[in-house]
């Protein structure tokens, strides 16, 4: 039985809220979790990405933004590129290295790809029926391939420029030189 549209709907909505919804809490503990900004910045200095204060603001605003997006339903594929781009620059500079699972010391990156994929499937669904697309009539021109495409290289391709111009792992902050 193929899902019809009021299935594919509900599942942007699924989708869309929780990783929505994660992105925001990630971009809420960054900014006032423990931490806050500075320590965040600090993080992202101990592995490798500088200046950690401005990765810090940028995975912050990043997260809050896209997640906002998501929930609304508005740019869907836009937002998912940003939850793919945020995610992919965690896989390579924080989970790669650990191994697949979650529960492996430095945590693995089962749930990073995991909602990378999620992202990459809600680009494809677009906002459905309870979204701020459809209500501007742009859903059914954001989803599908486009939408994918949108999601996938626009993440990707963000999270590829920024590490090679500003991930240097094994080099000291030049606060530390």
């Given amino acids: 039985m193929a899902v019809d549209a009021a299935g594919a709907d509900i599942a942007s909505l699924v989708l869309r809220v929780s990783v929505g919804g994660t992105l925001v809490a990630h971009g809420w503990n960054h900014a006032f979790g423990g931490g806050r900004i500075e320590g965040t910045a600090g993080w992202f200095e ?48 924080a989970h790669l290295r650990n191994g697949f699972f979650i529960f492996r010391p430095g945590q693995g990156y089962e749930y990073v790809v995991m909602i990378i994929l999620v992202a990459c499937a809600v680009g494809a669904l677009g906002g459905g029926a309870v979204s701020l697309d459809r209500a501007l009539g742009v859903a059914d021109d954001l989803a599908g391939w486009p939408g994918l495409a949108i999601a996938a290289l626009a993440g990707g391709l963000g999270a590829a420029l920024l590490l090679a111009v500003y991930w240097r792992p094994g080099e000291k902050p030049e606060s530390a030189a």
Avoid: C, K, N, Q
């Avoid at 101990?46 to 998501?70: F, K, W």
């Fill in 46 to 93: 101990s592995i490798g990405l500088r200046p950690g204060r401005l990765h810090a603001l940028m995975a912050t605003g990043t997260e809050l933004g896209a997640g906002v997006l998501l929930l609304l339903g508005l740019l869907t594929p836009l937002a998912a590129a940003g939850a793919v781009g945020t995610m992919a620059v965690a896989f390579v500079t």
